[in-house]
């Protein structure tokens, strides 16, 4: 008979992340023992690394911060990977993520590479993921990080489920001016995802691609010839309303834009960053 209870199987997924199944053969091989059991967990977990190196890790989180410096502040994103929702909101999965956040901020790195090498205590960013990967028993990875540096940087976090942590962050850059409409214009970046800041950062390969792509629906459409070109800007001006955030219906009044409310501050937006689990 199993000398463990289900209160101690789910104090012990709860302790580890590692599934019910995992759990139930560890404390059977450890007769019962928690700690000894924890000890088994991570090691099969550490054996099970490359197996689980094909899986998809599409659920997580995003860890995020901002700092003060001497010219203004620093946000940064971290994007966590697992491989399930039950996963992401552990705490120790939580816990990690922010573990990984503060090396980030602290070392001022700004890739996914370059944050496996940073030194968490005595171990690697990469050598405290594989720990967790062995002790959790799924695929985790540091998918991506982002900075974002202005004399003021807004944070907005949105969970798109109440059960579980922050699947898209938004980081929105300002002069001190534009900081009072900051949060809602970051708000509006998590709802609209805009691709651009202004037209002008539109790459020109890409303008060039939805130019011709408006010229060859017009033509299409027997559109008169001496008409064609004003069509095309038109249409190609209604991508730019579509993709720039300054140009963008403001969510929280349509009839502006979050153009226009940036600039009746007399400020404006100096830079936005936005990460969304998975995307």
């Known amino acids: ?146 900075r974002l540096a202005a004399p003021k940087v807004d944070l907005y976090l949105h969970r798109t489920n109440p059960d579980l942590p922050a699947q898209v962050a938004v980081l929105l850059g300002t002069d001190a001016k534009a900081a009072e409409v900051a949060h809602d214009v970051a708000m509006h970046v998590a709802a609209y995802s805009p691709l651009y800041l202004t037209r002008e950062d539109a790459p020109a390969d890409v303008v060039a691609k939805e130019r011709a792509i408006a010229e060859e629906t017009t033509r299409a459409e027997g559109k008169p010839e001496a008409a064609i070109a004003k069509i095309v800007e038109g249409r190609l001006g209604g991508y730019f309303k579509e993709n720039c955030l300054v140009e963008q219906a403001f969510a929280r009044d349509p009839k502006t834009t979050v153009g226009k409310v940036v600039e009746a501050t007399g400020g404006e937006i100096t830079g936005y960053l936005r990460f969304r689990v998975g995307a």
């Open 1 to 146: 008979m199993a000398n463990y209870t289900t209160a101690d199987i789910k104090a012990l997924r709860e302790q580890t992340g590692a599934g019910m199944l995992d759990v139930k053969k560890a404390l059977d091989e450890a007769n019962g023992d928690t700690e000894k059991a924890i000890e088994i967990i991570r090691v099969k977990g550490l054996k099970g690394i490359a197996k689980r190196e094909g899986r998809s890790a599409s659920a997580g989180l995003i860890a995020a911060k901002v700092v003060d410096t001497a010219e203004g502040q620093v946000g940064v994103l971290v994007e966590v990977n697992a491989e399930t929702d039950f996963v992401a909101k552990n705490e120790k999965f939580i816990d990690f993520a922010n573990k990984v956040l503060d090396a980030a901020v602290e070392s001022g790195v700004d890739s996914a590479e370059a944050l496996a090498e940073v030194k968490v205590g005595s171990e690697t960013v990469q050598e405290l993921t594989d720990g967790m990967q062995a002790v959790i028993g799924e695929k985790i990875v540091v998918r991506r990080v982002g």
